[in-house]
């Protein structure tokens, strides 16, 4: 069975860090393409961050350019996002998304991202 | 203010049929592929249309999509009280060389 679970969100002091894990079974993420989407609360999906599949490219969303990097270990079958200069408009919950030719076919349940003093 | 435009919301009685749109530009919607997903609440996105128009297996023959150009359309036919959710669409956009989501649009079915 296909699933991706999300970790290491928490609450975090604006200017913090975290770094939020993807674990990814029942596939093997070096042939898949992986993307970070989030939703803020009440609030609609936003694309957050894209990796390929040899890790040699990826994209990033304006607000986050410069502060969010994505990666990928394929010995642990996994994908990373390093959050840093955390915002309070980045609390949100962070899907990890995989992407099979154009499309989001699977999706974690999240975790929840809270920046505040 | 997302690149995706949607409405807030649409509404139908069960039983009915239910449209809705997504326009974009000539970067985004007029030259990649479009998803639409659906986000019943407290859950994690579902892909519900994939490439404009294909379903994704287990998805019912009631969910349709189509473009035309600049813009996409989901359609709901016989719709039910589980089709209440939110439903997003999804392309790339080229330009900005970042993936775009509309605003979401809330389906209440009367």
């Known amino acids: 069975e296909v699933q991706v679970v999300e970790s290491g969100g928490g609450l975090v002091q604006p200017g913090g860090s975290l770094r939020l894990s993807c674990a990814a079974s029942?596939?093997?993420?070096?042939?898949?393409?992986m993307n970070w989407v989030r939703q803020a609360p009440g609030k609609g999906l936003e694309w957050v961050s894209y990796?390929?599949?040899?890790?040699?490219?990826?994209y990033y969303a304006g607000s986050v350019k410069g502060r969010f990097t994505i990666s990928r270990d394929d010995d642990k079958n996994s994908v990373y996002l390093q959050i840093n200069s955390l915002r309070a408009e980045d609390t949100a919950l962070y899907y990890c998304?995989?992407?099979?030719?154009?499309?989001?076919?699977?999706w974690g349940q999240g975790t929840l991202v809270t920046v505040s003093s | 203010q997302s690149v995706l435009t949607q409405p807030p919301s649409v509404s139908a009685a069960p039983g009915q049929k239910v449209t809705i749109s997504c326009s974009g530009t000539s970067s985004n919607i007029a030259n990649n592929y479009v998803s639409w997903y659906q986000q019943l609440p407290g859950t994690a996105p579902k892909l519900v249309i994939y490439d404009n128009n294909k379903r994704p297996s287990g998805i019912p023959d009631r969910f349709s999509g189509s473009k035309s150009g600049t813009s996409a359309t989901l359609g709901i036919t016989g719709l039910q009280t589980g089709d209440e959710a939110d439903y997003y669409c999804e392309t790339w956009d080229s330009s900005l060389s970042e993936g775009v989501f509309g605003g979401g649009t809330k389906l209440t079915v009367l």
């Open positions: 029942g596939f093997t993420v070096r042939n898949y393409e």
């Open positions: 990796i390929n599949r040899s890790g040699s490219k990826n």
């Open positions: 998304a995989r992407e099979d030719g154009d499309k989001f076919d699977y």
